[in-house]
């Protein structure tokens, strides 16, 4: 936010009342987490995230490997409060941006699970969120997917925040 504040210092053009977010993979998880804690965006696009900690550790292929930043390298069940405290889903029950989920189905580093359960606490608050699953599609969809999804890919997020900002 210090980021998005300076820039909006220094171009008074930007339309503070027309800005999206979005990202994908770590940018996932960060842009998950930034509509949980502020209502500046108009639209976001959530993609290929981690939306929990918790359940991130078991279903990722190296979920593992990562309880050194979520805990101290304390497996979940050691300090479950720990891996939730850094996890999107904790605060889902702010979020009220109009939200783009976008996950391959063959995602083993950040798996479809994460995007489920953030379209799932979405939805059970009447949240607008439309979740796009691009199957036989892996982690790297915008990089190396089949030049059909890309471009779908790319559409789909053009006009969605084309529609809402």
Not at 1 to 17: K, Q, V
Not at 26 to 31: F, I, V, W
Not at 114 to 120: C, G, I
């Amino acid at each position: 936010m210090a980021g998005l504040d300076a820039a909006l210092s220094r171009h008074p053009w930007i339309d503070t009342e027309r800005l999206g977010v979005a990202g994908g993979s770590y940018g996932g998880y960060m842009t998950a987490w930034i509509i949980g804690h502020t209502r500046r965006f108009r639209a976001a696009c959530v993609m290929r995230p981690v939306i929990n900690g918790y359940s991130f550790f078991g279903s990722c292929d190296v979920g593992h490997r990562f309880a050194e930043p979520w805990a101290n390298d304390r497996a979940p069940w050691e300090d479950p409060e720990a891996y939730l405290r850094v996890s999107p889903i904790a605060h889902a029950g702010a979020m009220r941006t109009p939200t783009l989920i976008i996950q391959s189905e063959q995602d083993h580093r950040c798996p479809p699970e994460q995007a489920e359960q953030l379209f799932a606490a979405l939805k059970k608050q009447g949240v607008e969120a439309e979740f796009l699953r691009y199957p036989g599609e892996s982690h790297g969809l915008s990089r190396g997917g089949k030049p059909w999804h890309r471009v779908h890919r790319l559409r789909h997020i053009v006009g969605w925040f084309a529609a809402r900002l």
